[in-house]
């Protein structure tokens, strides 16, 4: 089967695999050398992301949807629609995004007992087309392609910080 997408568990002994036609993410154990969890019903073109606890498996993809799993388990803890390929969970596992809905960027956002909400602010540029995330290492800030350049948001308040034009990386 084809891979579409890789990602490592935080404590580096196990490999999640986004696979193409096959539509499942494989959770390799490294230890033992063998698949031990399959995520089944998925798209081609899946991207998986563990949260730094390593204990919930993100996805998103060509479908245009999210989904968060309790991997171990396989639970599906939600699913929603997000035109966004790629999804990253920000250091402390507290934030998950981008998340696009109709024009603005936001996050969902996790609390004790793991329970989440999701908190879309106004965190719109206006350049459209949010699709590459990444939070930074300390998880106060979100970085994400537009069409105009990168823009940047605080993730607690969801000020807008500004656009740094394409041209700039010229």
């Known amino acids: 089967a084809r891979v579409d997408a890789l990602a490592w568990h935080p404590a580096g002994t196990h490999l999640a695999a986004g696979t193409g036609p096959d539509q499942q993410v494989h959770i390799w154990s490294l230890a033992e050398k063998r698949i031990i969890k399959s995520l089944d019903n998925l798209p081609e073109g899946t991207f998986p992301v563990f949260d730094p606890s390593g204990d919930y498996l993100a996805t998103s993809g060509w479908d245009h949807m999210t989904r968060l799993f309790h991997w171990r ?8 629609e997000n035109p966004v390929g790629f999804v990253r969970f920000s250091r402390d596992g507290r934030f998950l995004g981008p998340l ?11 609390h004790a007992a793991r329970e989440h909400q999701l908190s879309v602010r106004e965190m719109s540029l206006g350049h459209g087309n949010y699709i590459k995330p990444a939070i930074s290492p300390d998880g106060r800030l979100l970085f994400d392609t537009t069409e105009g350049g990168v823009g940047a948001w605080e993730l607690g308040s969801g000020r807008e910080l500004g656009l740094l034009s394409a041209s700039r990386f010229l």
């Not at 388990?73 to 929603?80: A, I, S, V």
Request: charged residues 25%; proline residues 0%; without cysteine.
């Open 100 to 110: 696009v809905q109709k024009g603005k960027v936001g996050y969902w956002e996790f």
């Open 73 to 80: 388990t396989g639970e599906m803890l939600f699913k929603t």
